[in-house]
């Protein structure tokens, strides 16, 4: 038992992985439940719990932020599927470090768990949102929460960016030192691609967050003012004696915080571009050139942090480069989704389930997508930021095709852990009920933005202003979200029993040919490219990455 | 299930847009927004239309492309119908058509980029005009103050020291320095249609976000910082002023109002505001 538990084998290790996924991405749907509820009938008493107060609702949106964005969206595509799959999918025997490794998921586990333990000390879980800014968040005074529920979540993240910066390390040594002979970088699956990338781009920024939360932490506690003002006061006591600035914590956020944004969805970006290939039985068209957008986006993910800041009172000037910059990252990915969509009209696409949340992750990346040249331009941020039109483009951009493509990877690779396929016509009516109903629920949040709609708004009336205008379209979001959340209970049970009594896969079900899917004892030596599909070999029309060069002439 | 869900969605369409417009950098705002929305919904469509198509598209262009390929290399397919020398099939024309629509998109992304700076340059980058009148926004733990110069026309100093929102010092007005004798402490924002207003932005304690949606404005107000925005008011009425930060549990009913009013009107309240002023300093 305790040999499992500890075990140092990438497969259980990515395995694990998606369990803590799974049960992050289940409490956090619960809370954004709980969030929708409050906002269409915010004087309904909920059973168990009674009336939700106004900080109750602000620690269900940090909460479920915090859950979503570390422990589910940089979890799952990356420490998950990349520990499950790409030691094989680049004919490596393991990982570069595996007691690393070992280490980087408990230490993850332990993130986890401090994290929910914030919902049980005294006055909760923190309210200052996932971005959680200084002073909100450097003041215990400043509300409830904010005192050992922030601490507990500053302690909770600094854990986990040390899990992802071990994990990393690993990921990028392994990709680096353990390819088999013959890999070559134009013979990577583009999902190695995408995991070379993010891994990159954990380093580095993982790196800075932690340094931001160690300061934080000492400005609460060993009284330090990096990021507290001078004259700073809260409830009625003067706290700012040092001159920080709560800008420098804006800074270093989200110069972790965008990169994240493409740590969450390059791995969902390599996959979607494996299946479309698999799916289409086609290869890659302009295939380096693919490749390098995926790098390209990395690179520039780290230089446009400051469109968060517009109307931060960051300098004008820094204002319009980061605009400019982040119209340019526009470019790869317009490449990227034309080169998509170039492969899908070649026709003849066989749309199994894989294929149809690989075609959902490009739905909701480009409609995601589309509306961030409109948040680009200081001018109009100047209106719509911090308004649900930023809610509903970072939920379709990063949340939807995130999911979709994780989505897609636990039904492609299912074979993989349980030998099994998990059942067609069950993951199809989850896909068009999930479709749908994501729509449904982010794509109103627009609508709703363009009305002047404020995020963190735990009810749409207020003293002066009020939304009620909006209530209907509210009330169609809340029914949505739960539509959408009653779909996945239809994933889980076909997720258990499938894994149970499912239909026996072949060896390598989607005729796939990157080496994930190799038979055991294949000849360590590539000849070939990660996607010769539609290319006559003998029986097959398609040659995978473990034949031997000499059958094919 | 599914009718509850949609049908909002769709009725929400045609029904909701922005709170009408009310200051003079916003005409532009909007136009710019409009056509973004338009041209970007406009690739949203076409992009599904193009998915939608490919889905329902069979496989016939692999064939064709086989065989054109195989006429162009001269190879004749065997009895078997198996080629001789297999070669992978030559490229579809969606993929030169890529490489047409690319620096089309990019031509739009340009085009977007050098519009909004245009505006985002006129609204931030100069200051206000010299006649422009002074209002100085505070932001607190959940309430917005606004402070009016006075006949000086200049603030006087504060200190954190001696802010006391219960002896009727809410800002900390320092009572030694001249210039504060009369400055006017309001908890609305009373500004006079059609003259530019320039908004000094403060906050005593956390970050908030100044945002009049009607002005198309939006500033954090961050501690430690003085920021300036500035904007002219062109139509009488009332707006909201909200927060667009989230600042502790009051964060929803942070709110004040904007009250834009003709010059006379503003006028008639500045000098009952003063007579106020003068009698609380008398007593």
Known sequence: MMKRIFTTSHRVIGAHYLQLSLTAVAVGTLLSLLMRIHRVWPDTPLPFYGILKPEDYLALVTMHGTLMIFFVLTTAPQSGFANLVLPAQIGARQMAFPRLNAAAFWLAVAAFVILISAFFVPQGAPISGWTSYPPFSAIAAAGPGQGAGMDLWLVSIGVFCLSSWLSSVNMLATILTERCPGMTWTRLPMTVWAWLVTSILTLLVFSVLLAAIVLLYSDRHFGSSFFVPLGDIVNGHIVGRGDGSPLLWLHLFWFFGHPEVYIAVLPGMGLATSLFANFTRRNVPGYRTMAAMLVLIGLLGLAVWGHHMFVSGMNPYAGTAFALTTMAIAVPSTVEVLGWLTLLSYGGLRLKTPMLFALGFLSFFIAGGLT??????????????????????????????????????????????????????????????????????????????????????????????????????????????????????????????????????????????????????????????????????????????WEAASKQE | MLAPALLPAGATLCLFRMPPNASLHGIATDGLMRW???????????????????????????????????????????????????????PHHAFSLQWLLL????????????????????????????????????????????????????????????????????????????????????????????????????????????????????????????????????????????????????????????????????QDWLKAKEQQHQQEAAQ
């Open chain 2, 36 to 90: 973004n929305l338009i041209a970007l919904l406009a690739c949203f469509t076409a992009a599904h239309l193009w998915l939608v198509v490919a889905i329902f598209l069979r496989k016939q262009s692999t064939a064709n492309a086989v065989i054109s390929q195989q006429k162009k290399n001269n190879i004749v397919p065997n009895a078997a119908g198996k080629s001789q020398q297999a070669q992978p099939p030559a």
């Open chain 2, 103 to 266: 620096p089309i998109l990019c031509a739009m992304y340009i085009w977007m980029a050098v519009t909004a700076q245009h505006l985002w340059a006129a609204d931030r980058f100069e200051g206000p005009s010299p006649g422009a009148m002074q209002v100085e926004v505070v932001g607190q733990q959940f309430v917005w103050y606004f402070r009016y110069p006075g006949q000086d026309a200049a603030f006087g100093i504060t200190r954190p020291s001696l802010v006391n929102a219960a002896t009727g010092n809410p800002l900390g007005l320092d009572p030694q320095d001249p210039r504060g004798n009369d400055d006017l402490v309001a908890s609305e924002l009373v500004l006079p249609v059609g003259r530019e207003v320039d908004l000094r932005l403060r906050s005593l304690d956390v970050i908030h976000g100044f945002f009049i949606p009607a002005m198309r404005l939006k500033q954090n107000a961050v501690p430690g910082l003085v920021l300036h925005v500035h904007f002219t008011p062109i139509a009488v009425g009332i707006y909201p002023i909200l927060c667009s930060q989230v600042c502790g549990s009051g964060h929803a009913r942070m709110q004040a109002e904007l009250r834009v009013v003709s010059p006379s009107a503003y």
């Open chain 1, 372 to 545: 961030g040249p409109i948040l680009a331009q200081p001018a109009l941020d100047s209106y719509l930021h911090n308004t649900f039109f930023v809610v509903a483009h970072f939920h379709l951009v990063m949340a939807m095709a995130g999911v979709f493509s994780i989505f897609a990877g636990v039904y492609y690779w299912f074979p993989l852990l349980t030998g099994r396929l998990m059942n067609e016509t069950l993951g199809k009516v989850h896909f068009w009920i999930s479709l749908i109903a994501a729509y449904g629920t982010f794509f109103p949040m627009h609508l709703t933005g363009l009305a002047g709609e404020p995020r963190h708004y735990e009810r749409l009336s207020g003293p002066i202003a009020s939304f009620s205008a909006i209530l209907p379209a509210e009330r169609g979001i809340t029914y949505s979200a739960l539509l959408l959340a009653a779909a996945q209970l239809l994933f889980l049970w076909n997720f258990i029993s499938s894994a149970r009594r499912g239909q026996r896969a072949e060896s390598n079900p989607w005729q796939a040919t990157t080496l994930e899917w190799a038979p055991e004892g294949f000849a360590v030596r590539v000849e070939h490219g990660p996607y010769d599909y539609s290319v006559p070999s003998g029986e097959a029309k398609f040659i995978p990455q």
